[in-house]
């Protein structure tokens, strides 16, 4: 009996796709209050235009074994539609407006063999398989994503390669309804942990954990504890080049998954707005993990500080059209010690690392979207903020972090059902006074790329990033680069 109602909700949806309100929205409501579905399930709906609102809950219902493949392509058919680019900003610091969308699972009911946890609850594959090839014009910290030019230097640099270490695999639980909430889990990883120490073990790459995290979701407040994506500065461009490190990185973007618990509030204003509220408490990393492999881990200044980061983030969404706008206001605070010597004199100085930030998604047209961030703030290096530099060594004018602004903004034209452009640019501007001769005192970065939906699942990009860095009283050291990018995307 659910199945078949909901079969027909949906076929008078897809048929109604006009509508200015989206009907998707609306009976993702109703499957929500009638607990079919979770909050989170219902807001990646609601983020969503009218026809990509129907594709995602057709495949959700199907991953929960309400609705069977037969009665997919029915929904589907009755949609009479084409495959369409996402237009949103995905929640947690995805991808802004990304052509690879969320992922639209295929797999089929529990009923009919899914993969399933210990417990008999549906557990969701998924995943993006990414080749990538490349071509740079100059040295930078990492060849095959390049954040920022290293020291201009005689010699050759032009260097082109190929890789494959950006894929992605996740796995997603759904739970049972607990105490009125919804349980819901996620872990997710790639392959840029670092690469085998042997003479061709360049491709030989390590995997990487991105995302571990459960979550329990009422209707108005969520608890999440885990790895996941940060609430700070939670928004990045679209890129296929750059996907295991977020686009603009260094220049503006900041980013990083880090353990933590947080809660969120969210409350309806009417007419299509809400206001969420979101409040975590983190690990207390500032970014200066040493470089070299090592199993154990040993407290760094942010350890040192004696307490969590603090993180909290404000937002308002609003309609515009058929699609959603936010704006959001974000700060973080992390207390630390940088501890070193001076000859045989022991040295501790504490500092705070803090930042606030202002992000914006703004579907102004039907056609054409503007996003980004700005922030200033203090010892971020755990985000790529300070050009990827936190702090310096006690005695020299960074001991207490070093000052950092700058942010992003990307304009996306979204010329038809498959073809996607994206047009950003980016900035870092670490304070000078807080720097030393030599370290790097401004990056920017300025990216390009087309995005082809050659079917629901494949996608083909093009991108081309120019990246300018400076260092601090080093003008012959001042260097630029290129880098060419096409990347082919399978997305399940």
């Not at 237009?87 to 063999?113: D, F, H, I, Y």
């Not at 399933?116 to 930078?140: D, E, R």
């Not at 950003?424 to 300025?446: C, D, M």
Request: no cysteine; hydrophobic share 40%.
């Amino acid at each position: 009996m659910i199945q078949r109602l909901i079969l027909t909700l949906f076929v008078l949806t897809a048929g109604t796709l006009a509508w200015s309100e989206s009907p998707a929205q609306e009976l993702a409501r109703l499957l929500k209050e009638k607990g079919l579905i979770s909050q989170s399930d219902l807001s990646r709906v609601e983020q969503l235009d009218a026809e990509q609102s129907v594709r995602l809950l057709t495949s959700i219902l199907q991953e929960k074994g309400l609705i069977n493949g037969a009665e997919v392509t029915r929904v589907q058919s009755g949609a009479e539609t084409q495959p369409v680019a996402n237009t949103r900003p995905t929640v947690q610091n995805q991808s802004v407006a990304a052509v690879v969308q969320p992922p639209q699972r295929k797999q089929t009911a529990p009923a009919e063999g899914s993969v399933t946890a210990q417990s008999k609850f549906p557990v969701t594959i998924y995943g993006t398989l990414l080749w990538n090839s490349f071509y740079n014009t100059a040295a930078s910290n990492n060849t095959d994503i390049p954040l920022y030019a290293s020291p201009n230097a005689p010699g050759p640099v032009e260097n082109f390669g190929m890789t494959a270490r950006q894929t992605r695999l996740g796995l997603r639980y759904q739970g049972p309804v607990i105490a009125g909430a919804r349980l819901s889990g996620e872990v997710e990883t790639d392959f840029f942990g670092g690469k085998a120490a042997l003479g061709n073990g360049i491709n030989m790459d390590i995997l990487r954990l991105r995302l571990a995290f459960g979550r329990l979701d009422w209707t108005n407040f969520s608890l999440e504890a885990g790895q996941d994506w940060v609430v700070f500065a939670p928004l990045n461009p679209t890129s296929l080049a750059e996907y295991a490190i977020p686009a603009l990185s260094g220049s503006g973007n900041l980013w990083i998954r880090s353990p933590q618990i947080r809660t969120e509030w969210r409350h309806d204003l009417g007419q299509g707005r809400r206001v969420l509220w979101q409040l975590a408490a983190l690990d207390p990393n500032v970014g200066d993990n040493p470089v070299a492999f090592a199993t154990l881990r040993q407290p760094k200044a942010g350890e040192l500080g004696r307490g969590p980061a603090v993180e909290s983030r404000v937002e308002v969404a609003t309609p515009f059209g058929d699609r959603k706008g936010e704006v959001g206001v974000s700060g973080h605070w992390n207390p630390a010690k940088n501890v070193g010597s001076i000859g045989t004199e022991s040295l501790v100085r504490k500092f705070q690392a803090w930042g606030v930030a202002l992000d914006y998604n703004l579907p102004l047209l039907k056609w054409f979207a503007l996003s980004g961030e700005v922030f200033g703030g203090r010892a971020l290096g755990v985000f790529t903020g300070d050009i990827g530099q936190s702090y310096l060594a006690p005695g020299t004018p960074g001991e207490h972090g070093i000052g950092t602004r700058g942010g992003w903004m990307q304009a996306q034209f979204n010329w038809t059902a498959k073809w996607q452009t994206n047009a950003a640019y980016g900035i870092e501007a670490p304070e000078l006074h807080s720097l030393t001769t030599g370290t790097r005192a401004k990056n920017q970065t300025y990216m390009v790329n087309f995005m082809y939906k050659f079917s629901p699942d494949v996608t083909f990009a093009w991108e081309w990033r120019r990246f300018l860095t400076n260092y601090r009283n080093q003008l012959a050291a001042n260097n630029l680069g290129d880098q060419a990018n096409m990347a082919v995307a399978y997305t399940f």
